[in-house]
């Protein structure tokens, strides 16, 4: 318990304080939401949560942006081609038994976790949204995993796909 409310202070009091901070000093912004997403993943992982219902929350830009096809309501209409790594991310949520979304933003990932009441969010995304979403979604207990960004942001963005099943094995593994 005292764990999840030192989790709250940093989501509820240190975030905000920070971005304030950043919005002064543009430059360090992300490395303060990058610090947040690495504290309370530590956090997260010293509370030692166990469940199977587990959500892996994806971005959109993952997808790559040749593909046409619509994931944003059923992320099943995917055809597997293996051009991205959505591919991958549905074999494993496959293997897990996992509820998989794909989100645009975070007033849509704030529904998809109403309507599926998850115990435990595995989430991908860039350091703003994830900061942003993980600050939200307190106190439910959620591991970021920021994306990589080779073509720069929003588009065709990867993530390491080890990252996303060893937070899964974690958050799992035992319930
Ligand atoms: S794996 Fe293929 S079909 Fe599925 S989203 Fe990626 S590009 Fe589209």
Same mark, same amino acid.
């Given at each position: ?36 997403i690495?504290?309370?993943n530590?956090? $997260?992982?010293?509370? *030692? ?7 892996l929350l994806l971005p ?54 109403? *309507? ?6 595995v989430a991908v995304a860039?350091e703003?949204?994830l900061?942003? &979403?993980? $600050? ?6 959620v591991l970021g995993i920021p994306n990589e960004?080779?073509? &720069?942001?929003?588009? *065709?963005?990867?993530v390491d796909l080890e990252k996303v099943k060893e937070a899964i ?7």
């Open positions: 318990m005292r764990r999840r409310w030192v989790r709250g202070f940093a989501l509820r009091f240190l975030y905000p304080l920070l971005m304030v901070v950043g919005s002064f000093k543009k430059a360090k912004k992300e490395q303060f939401q990058r610090f947040i690495n504290l309370n530590r956090l $997260v992982r010293a509370e *030692n949560p166990k469940t199977k219902k587990i959500l959109h830009c993952l997808q790559i942006d040749e593909c046409t096809i619509r994931l944003t309501h059923n992320i099943y209409n995917c055809e597997r081609c293996g051009k991205c790594e959505i591919k991958d991310l549905i074999q494993i949520a496959d293997e897990n038994e996992l509820n998989l979304s794909v989100a645009t933003g975070g007033t849509l990932a704030r529904r998809i976790v109403g *309507n599926l009441k998850p115990e435990a969010i860039c703003t949204d900061s942003s &979403g993980i $600050v939200d979604i307190y106190p439910l207990p960004r080779p073509f &720069g942001p929003c588009v *065709n963005t990867q094995r974690f958050l799992s593994s035992g319930a």
